[in-house]
T-cell receptor
Framework: SQQGEEDPQALSIQEGENATMNCSYKTSINNLQWYRQNSGRGLVHLILIRSNEREKHSGRLRVTLDTSKKSSSLLITASRAADTASYFCARTNFGNEKLTFGTGTRLTIIP | SQTIHQWPATLVQPVGSPLSLECTVEGTSNPNLYWYRQAAGRGLQLLFYSVGIGQISSEVPQNLSASRPQDRQFILSSKKLLLSDSGFYLC????????????FGEGSRLTVL
């Protein structure tokens, strides 16, 4: 499968803790993106990291990319109850420029 | 600003009935348009994408079809629904193919009985 694999599939943490989600893939990428989906809603873009970048920040979000290991991680610091959602990584591959989504991590923040 | 509208939000259809889901984008021209399907608790599967009027690419063989009659209108259809067509359908647009983020609609939940 060309789908990315998010790990873990589900994660529950206490409010205020940091949440880390990982994404692995199999083929060389052009860029990798992270999206958030609240239950029953559409997806919202969070951050894009290009294949020549190693780390990007946006507010409480930090994304890293290790192309040698074909993996990326999304870190949410100081989590809030409102961060409860599913998080997906998606990537474009060289020669196939459509986004391919992973299976997602369901994050639950316990107040 | 750009907006994307998708409807209906929810529908329940009997097996063998037709389907039409509609998506429109406002505030941009010549967007790339996409239809994704999301099974319960699963990731997104790309069904169709379009880079222009009348240009439709299908990603997987299936019981569905797509059309783009106008620049900012994308329609997902079926002549006869199957039980396996149930799912959450998401329309999205982007400025370039593979060059940036997707902007998603709110989704249409289809239940085929």
């Amino acid at each position: 499968s060309q789908q990315g694999e998010e790990d873990p599939q589900a994660l529950s943490i206490q409010e205020g803790e940091n949440a880390t989600m990982n994404c692995s893939y199999k083929t060389s990428i052009n860029n990798l993106q992270w999206y958030r989906q609240n239950s029953g809603r559409g997806l919202v873009h969070l951050i894009l990291i290009r294949s020549n970048e190693r780390e990007k920040h946006s507010g409480r979000l930090r994304v890293t990319l290790d192309t040698s290991k074909k993996s990326s991680s999304l870190l949410i610091t100081a989590s809030r109850a409102a961060d409860t959602a599913s998080y997906f990584c998606a990537r474009t591959n060289f020669g196939n420029e459509k986004l391919t989504f992973g299976t997602g991590t369901r994050l639950t923040i316990i107040p | 600003s750009q907006t994307i509208h998708q409807w209906p939000a929810t529908l329940v259809q009997p097996v063998g009935s037709p389907l039409s889901l509609e998506c429109t984008v406002e505030g941009t021209s010549n967007p790339n348009l996409y239809w994704y399907r999301q099974a319960a608790g699963r990731g997104l599967q790309l069904l169709f994408y379009s880079v222009g009027i009348g240009q439709i690419s299908s990603e997987v063989p299936q019981n569905l079809s797509a059309s783009r009659p106008q620049d900012r209108q994308f329609i997902l259809s079926s002549k006869k629904l199957l039980l396996s067509d149930s799912g959450f359908y998401l329309c999205a647009w982007s400025k370039g193919l593979g060059t940036g983020e997707l902007f998603f609609g709110e989704g249409s939940r289809l239940t085929v009985l």
